[in-house]
């Protein structure tokens, strides 16, 4: 069994920063792909940002230059750091988690449970 962890939203004001994170623990091998993604009210969920084993990431052009994802892979932790925040980054944040078991094992994908945030103007 893995469980998903995710913590750090909450309300801020416009142009404020939040640190999200996200921690996987259980019966873990390995993670390769660790990313966010976000879902706003009555839009569909989108891919923020992603970060693979080797340390490449993938950003949303919509938050190119104010968000970084980073990974601790010792902790089994991924983080979002989101600077200079918009009201149009309101949304509920999930990380997924591509996920190995055992050695030789194949890959499967965790969800978190989401985590709210809030900009206000």
């Known amino acids: 069994q893995v469980q998903v962890v995710e913590s750090g939203g909450g309300l801020v004001q416009a142009g404020g920063s939040l640190r999200l994170s996200c921690a996987a623990s259980?019966?873990?091998?390995?993670?390769?792909?660790m990313a966010w993604y976000r879902q706003a009210p009555g839009k569909q969920r989108e891919l923020v940002a992603a970060?693979?084993?080797?340390?490449?990431?993938n950003y949303a052009d919509s938050v190119k230059g104010r968000f970084t994802v980073s990974r601790d892979n010792a902790k089994n932790t991924v983080y979002l750091q989101m600077n200079s925040l918009k009201p149009e980054d309101t949304a509920v944040y999930y990380c997924?988690?591509?996920?190995?078991?055992?050695?030789?094992?194949?890959?499967?994908?965790?969800w978190g449970q989401g985590t709210q945030v809030t900009v206000s103007s």
């Open positions: 259980g019966s873990i091998f390995s993670i390769n792909t």
């Open positions: 997924n988690l591509e996920l190995r078991s055992t050695r030789g094992g194949v890959n499967f994908n965790r």
């Open positions: 970060i693979r084993t080797g340390g490449s990431t």
